[in-house]
């Protein structure tokens, strides 16, 4: 089956500090989805996308179909930040996500 | 726009026992799926309906169930509860039927004694 890979699996910053996530997965996909899970286990939604580059206030994510990685970057990171970060591809575009183990982030004052 | 809606919030049963669990999607959602999250395994994907058909159907015994309703909200229900079915279920729904994000509900919890 398909491997999803995060890394780093857990990172400690600074508030202010900027980070760099990745999720490299090991075959063609029909879409990828970043989500942020917070400490009370909602999974949020923070982008769909399947290539190309997105920004959403301080996050943006950029995926390389054909090189088969994503990357979430976090700026000006603040506490709310903090939570667990997951990749999730999507092999036949019919809603059945594989997620990667996650990148846990903390986000000390 | 009401986000998606999971019932209960906690459940707590006996081994043996079954359990229904229910998910209201985002208005005008048409696909709910439904995930499994265990600190051993992560997130993996149980199943999936859209127009109250089953498109796909995760690695997970038949104990595990659901049904999706004309007002796409769905069900599942697990039957002969183990000890190993602890795990918070989450549900999500989306527009389309591919390819459009997943907007997650709040999730149940569940623990068997």
């Known amino acids: 089956g398909i491997q999803v890979e995060q890394s780093p699996p857990d990172l400690i910053l600074q508030e202010g500090a900027n980070s760099t996530l990745r999720c490299n997965f090991s075959?063609?996909?029909?879409?990828l989805q970043w989500f942020h899970q917070n400490p009370w286990g909602q999974l949020i939604n923070l982008f769909y996308?399947?290539?190309g580059t997105k920004q959403n206030g301080r996050l943006s994510a950029t995926t390389v179909a054909t090189e088969r990685y994503s990357l979430l970057y976090i700026s000006s990171s603040q506490t709310t930040d903090s939570g667990v970060y997951f990749c999730?591809?999507?092999?036949?575009?019919?809603?059945?996500?594989?997620f990667g183990t996650g990148t846990r982030l903390t986000v000390i004052p | 726009k009401a986000g998606v809606t999971q019932t209960p919030r906690y459940l707590i049963k006996t081994r043996g026992q079954q359990v229904t669990l229910s998910c209201s999607p985002i208005?005008?959602?048409?696909?709910v799926s439904w995930y499994q999250q265990t600190p051993g395994q992560g997130l993996q994907f149980l199943f999936e309906?859209?127009?109250?058909?089953?498109?796909n159907k995760g690695n997970f015994p038949g104990r595990f169930s659901g049904r999706q309703f004309s007002n796409s909200r769905s069900e599942m229900n697990v039957s002969t509860l183990e000890l190993g079915d602890s795990a918070l279920y989450l549900c999500?729904?989306?527009?389309?039927?591919?390819?459009?994000?997943?907007?997650f509900g709040n999730g149940t919890r569940l623990t068997v004694t």
């Open positions: 309906y859209f127009s109250e058909t089953q498109r």
């Open positions: 075959d063609s996909v029909n879409n």
């Open positions: 996308i399947p290539s």
């Open positions: 999500a729904s989306s527009l389309g039927a591919g390819n459009t994000p997943l907007h």
């Open positions: 999730a591809v999507d092999l036949t575009g019919a809603n059945n996500l594989f």
């Open positions: 208005s005008g959602h048409r696909s």
